[in-house]
């Protein structure tokens, strides 16, 4: 399937100054599949080696980290020549050697000419922060894939030929806007994870054995992350951590308002009370990237780093199909779009991963003493407001106060609407989440 970090993966090929590359995300989000067809379409040879699947590997880096004999012991491993001019080197799953991850910068600094490519699952957890070559490698990170790519996974080519040529200047085309409206709601059954989009495309002439076969490999799939988290955290840390992934979406699901709330720290693991307590199985999620954090400010302000509180955050599950799954919600109330209460966080989620796919680093949510914007995006020297509804009624008199005090060039609310402009007010479709991100974070106004 085609994912838009064959565009960055471009243009890291063609840097002048290229460095070892380091693709981070969570399992099953498509990191290895990406870097074979990347490797197959823009070099002569792509050689593979992974780490977990033959721990053999791990001997070629014991003696030292030259990098020229490792080339030349690897060769003899896998009985092919590497030309360092027009071959590229895959390191897969490399968390599991520390020394293979610190030799990038031996290779950074002696053989700069060879393109490696290294990917990692559970990199932040894994290692210690000696084992990074700081400074000698460059990061991308690999999210589940977003609804566009979800569209072009689906051959849903002209869709996406609108969405990516789309200004918010006009409404879409109604039978556009119903169309996407309809998939998107397929979207949030399906989630971004490759494997349950491509049993949902093969099987989707019958929506029902689609959408049994998709829930039962999100099943699978939620197993295997328990499994990471007991073979990867430590005996002592295991149980924590496992029920604190289980509390975010049983959280999420015992809101009032439909909103997603402020993250309760109390009775979250029996016997922890407070951050303290709970802050190293909360990273360790992050690092993991089987979370996301929206931290809360009262102060909408650029830098909006500057107002976070380490304590105060939402959370949300990382793929929105999975949320779904562990919440045993069923298609047919998500197609029908009768999901009550829920309603909220599940599109909150979705956004939430949209912007992250966008190419937010952080993100924030405001809070007022009666008022909430569950969204404040930082680009291009701005502050803009994303208020969020999950229905058609678009009244908001949260946006009222935020605009009162901090008085932004534009907001926008993301709902079941079509495109409409009022003032500085944009009202978008929510599934065009992510494209409104990319459009702020870029030159174009």
């Known amino acids: 399937m085609k994912r838009s970090i064959s565009l960055s993966l471009k243009a890291w090929k063609t840097d002048p100054e290229r460095k070892p590359l380091l693709l981070r995300g969570a399992r099953q989000v498509g990191k290895t599949y990406v870097l074979k067809e990347f490797g197959a379409a823009e070099f002569a040879h792509c050689h593979y080696v992974n780490f977990e699947e033959d721990s053999r590997l791990e001997r070629l880096f014991e003696i030292d980290l030259n990098p020229q004999r490792i080339l030349n012991e690897l060769q003899l491993y896998i009985e092919r020549k590497i030309d360092f001019e027009k071959d590229l080197l895959i390191f897969d799953e490399i968390q599991r050697c520390p020394k ?12 700069p ?5 290294s990917a990692g699952s559970l990199l932040g957890v894994s290692l210690n922060r000696d084992s990074f070559p700081v400074g000698k490698v460059t990061f991308l990170d690999l999210h589940p894939m977003s609804f566009e790519e979800f569209l ?66 999100q099943k699978n799939l939620l197993d295997s992350y328990l499994s ?28 009032l308002d439909g909103s997603a709330n402020k993250f309760q720290f109390k009775d979250a693991v029996p016997g922890h009370r407070g ?9 360790w999620l992050e690092k993991a990237n089987l979370i996301i954090r929206n931290s809360i400010i009262e102060r909408a302000e650029k830098p909006l780093m500057g107002y976070a509180q380490e304590n105060r955050f939402k959370l949300y599950f990382f793929d929105v199909g999975l949320l779904n799954a562990m919440t045993n919600i069923s298609p047919n109330t998500i197609l029908n779009y009768d999901f009550g ?37 930082e680009a291009n020297e701005k502050v803009f407001p994303v208020e969020v509804k ?25 709902s079941a609407r079509n495109t409409e402009r009022s003032g500085t007010r944009i009202y978008v479709p929510v ?12 030159a174009e106004k």
């Open 100 to 111: 293979a991850l610190t030799s990038l910068k031996y290779f950074c600094e002696k053989i």
């Open 341 to 377: 209460n829920y309603k909220g966080y599940i599109v909150e989620n979705f956004i939430a991963e949209e912007l992250k796919s966008a190419g937010l680093k952080d993100l924030f949510c405001w809070e007022g003493r009666t008022a909430e914007i569950e969204f404040v995006v």
């Open 113 to 117: 000419q060879l393109a490696i490519c």
């Open 228 to 255: 990471d988290i007991a073979k990867h955290s430590g005996k002592m840390n295991a149980l924590q951590i496992e029920r604190l992934w289980r509390n975010v979406p049983l959280q999420l699901s015992q809101t």
């Open 431 to 442: 599934y065009l989440a992510g494209y409104l991100i990319k459009k702020l974070l870029s």
């Open 390 to 414: 999950s229905g058609n009624v678009t009244q908001s008199k949260s946006l009222n106060v935020f605009e009162e005090r901090h008085h932004p060039e534009r907001s926008f609310i993301l």
């Open 275 to 283: 951050y303290e307590r709970l802050s190293s199985p909360i990273a």
């Open 152 to 217: 072009i996974g689906l051959e849903k080519d002209q869709l996406v030929d609108l969405l990516r040529d789309y200004g918010f200047s006009t409404p879409l085309l109604e039978i556009a806007h119903e169309k996407l409206w309809e998939l998107w709601k397929q979207y949030l059954i399906v989630g971004g994870l490759p494997a349950a989009v491509e049993t949902f495309r093969i099987n989707m002439t019958n929506l029902y054995e689609a959408y049994s076969k998709v829930r039962q490999i």
